[in-house]
């Protein structure tokens, strides 16, 4: 059974910074693909940023310039460092996987799913 669990969530002032954890398992190797997504209310999932198994990583324009996402395929965990976090930037944020066949932005591309972890940023 695959298993995706993020963690790293909470509330800051603007400014401020938070480091987000995804661990994925129960894949039975480790060519997958991970990625991050966000959800503020009232608005559609957007994509964030995806990293293939050999760490190579791709990230949306509006967010590359803060957000920095790094992947230890030892402990197959995928981490996003935030920084300078704005009010804009609250919202729930999920991990994302899929064995096999490469990443992508699109959001069904993606057969595994976690609960997401919370991100709320007060100015």
């Known amino acids: 059974q695959v298993q995706v669990v993020e963690s790293g969530g909470g509330s800051v002032q603007a400014g401020g910074s938070l480091r987000l954890s995804c661990v994925v398992s129960?894949?039975?190797?480790?060519?997958?693909?991970m990625a991050w997504f966000r959800q503020a209310p009232g608005k559609e999932r957007e994509w964030i940023t995806s990293?293939?198994?050999?760490?190579?990583?791709t990230s949306a324009d509006s967010v590359k310039d803060r957000f920095t996402v790094s992947r230890d395929n030892a402990k197959n965990t995928l981490y996003l460092q935030m920084n300078s976090l704005q009010p804009d930037d609250a919202a729930m944020y999920y991990c994302?996987?899929?064995?096999?066949?490469?990443?992508?932005?699109?959001?069904?591309?993606?057969?595994?799913w976690g609960q997401g972890t919370q991100v709320a940023v007060s100015s």
């Open positions: 990293s293939r198994s050999d760490a190579t990583t």
């Open positions: 994302a996987a899929r064995y096999g066949g490469g990443c992508s932005a699109a959001q069904d591309w993606y057969g595994h």
């Open positions: 129960g894949y039975p190797g480790r060519d997958f693909c």
